[in-house]
């Protein structure tokens, strides 16, 4: 079973301040990697695609991969009011070729004005 | 633009009865999914289809079917609803193996 787990939160973090979300994935032949963003009542959103260990960076955002440990993150930078949301992170388990792709249950980000 | 949309939106019906919910995409992506999300369980595939007459089950199959006649369509017909069935309904598309998938607005179907 290929699994992709994600603290389910809330994580509250001050208005500014850094939110750190974490995903571990089990299938060692997973090559994409997807961070989702979804407000209540509304359907995901891609935010972040990474694809090679390291560092990604895109404004406030940037997605950590690494393959070694199974485990990528995402870090929001001087988190706002607005990046209260559910953040799901999402595998395409089963190596370079499948199309389909593996979900965690999501961390519900919670933004203190 | 390109996009997907899901219809209904919003749907109440009785146990036993046939529900179809649509999804019609125009980014012209031959791979299309249907995914259930309900609480504590997050994102379940429920089929997919990889082109035209290409349908295959996915994690949470039963008592659902699909159809896929055309590019842009994929259907998702529940046989005989049951109140388990009750659940926010998304439909995803591709374009290639290993790439982002694009979500519609969703379909909340409620069994009573």
């Known amino acids: 079973q290929k699994e992709v787990e994600q603290n389910s939160g809330p994580l509250s973090v001050p208005e500014g301040a850094i939110a750190s979300l974490n995903c571990t994935y089990s299938?060692?032949?997973?090559?994409?990697f997807f961070w989702y963003r979804q407000y209540s009542g509304k359907s995901p959103e891609l935010i972040m695609s990474?694809?090679?260990?390291g560092d990604k960076e895109d404004g406030r955002f940037t997605a950590q991969l690494n393959k070694a440990s199974q485990y990528v993150s995402l870090l929001i930078r001087d988190s706002q009011p607005s990046d209260s949301a559910t953040y799901l992170c999402?595998?395409?388990?089963?190596?370079?070729?499948?199309?389909?792709?593996?979900f965690g249950k999501g961390t519900k980000l919670s933004v203190i004005p | 633009d390109a996009e997907i949309t899901q219809s209904p939106r919003h749907k109440i019906t009785e146990t036993g009865r046939q529900v179809t919910l649509a999804c019609h995409q125009t980014?012209?992506?031959?791979?299309m999914f249907w995914y259930r999300q309900d609480l504590g369980h997050g994102l379940r595939l429920i089929h997919y289809?990889?082109?035209?007459?290409?349908?295959n089950k996915g994690e949470v199959s039963d008592g659902y079917s699909v159809s896929r006649s055309n590019t842009e369509d994929l259907p998702l017909t529940l046989e005989s609803a049951a109140s388990s069935q009750t659940s926010v309904y998304f439909c995803?598309?591709?374009?290639?193996?290993?790439?982002?998938?694009?979500f519609g607005p969703g379909t909340r179907l409620t069994v009573l």
């Open positions: 995803a598309s591709t374009l290639k193996a290993g790439t982002e998938q694009f």
């Open positions: 299938d060692r032949v997973s090559q994409s």
């Open positions: 990474i694809y090679s260990n």
């Open positions: 999402a595998v395409n388990a089963g190596g370079a070729g499948s199309y389909q792709l593996t």
């Open positions: 980014w012209n992506h031959n791979n």
């Open positions: 289809s990889y082109g035209v007459q290409d349908t």
